[in-house]
């Protein structure tokens, strides 16, 4: 005897598809995501307020990996705002027994960064010795920053154009990689990552923009003010038309 499919109680499809969004819910909360800690306090989500003349750093870290086999990743910056002044490589491999040194770069994105165009910065360990990224850097001397590395620059302009000025990430898929660790069973972290990028913008100070803002709202109703007010008569001049006159005189003989 067949069964009729379209009986099924409407009960099982629904709780079905719960497990299912919950299933991509908990997926998405266990993605790898690629962080960018500024130095300065963040005046909103990826916004610094500084002014020109100032430097900070950004390290840019991964939020649930301690230990992976190597990355490329590209760095831009808008040279019109931030000038670059240095990279640190901070993953660190076990050279002997609890000694863990920082590895160099194999590529250093300072030879991009330096002139204002993209930077790249990539490591390679080969395995199975992973790179640490957890800041257990002790030799020469200890280093506990965590993360992949760390930028340095300086502000040389502020405008408020809504653009990022720093960028971190996978901005070329062809070239640009994070891969696993071998223990770990290797393979690219990128499917993991839920962002492949992240910025930084660099804002104009909010005391600097209320007053460019009250400004701009007083210059817009005094000049509604001026278009509102009656026009005043005024005498012409110049017109070569005498004005009436009134002539009095008697009627009659």
Known sequence: MLRNRTNRPAGRWALGLAWWLAGLAASAANATSLVLTPSVPEIAPGQLDLSVGETFEVL???????????????????????????????????????????????????????????????????????????????????????????LEFEVVGVASDGLADLTVGILDSLADDITRAAID??????????????????????????????????????????????????????SGVDPPILQLGRLGP
Do not use: K
């Open 185 to 238: 069973g290797g393979g690219s972290l990128i499917p993991d990552l839920s962002s492949d990028r992240v910025s930084l913008q660099i804002v104009p100070e909010p005391g600097t923009a209320a007053l460019v803002g009250i400004g701009l709202v007083a210059l817009a109703a005094r000049a509604r003010r001026r278009a509102a007010r009656p026009a005043s008569p005024r005498r012409r001049l110049g």
């Open 60 to 150: 840019l870290s991964l939020d649930d990996v301690t230990r992976i086999q190597a990355y490329t990743l590209d760095i831009e910056i808008d040279p019109s705002e931030l000038t670059f002044l240095g990279a640190t490589q901070l993953g660190s491999v076990e050279v002997s027994t609890g000694t863990f040194e920082a590895e160099p770069f194999l590529l250093d994105p300072a030879s991009g960064l330096s002139g204002g165009a993209l930077g790249r910065a990539s490591v390679l360990t080969l395995p199975p010795d992973p790179l640490y990224i957890d800041g257990r850097t002790n030799s020469p001397a200890v280093d506990s920053r965590v993360g992949l590395f760390e």
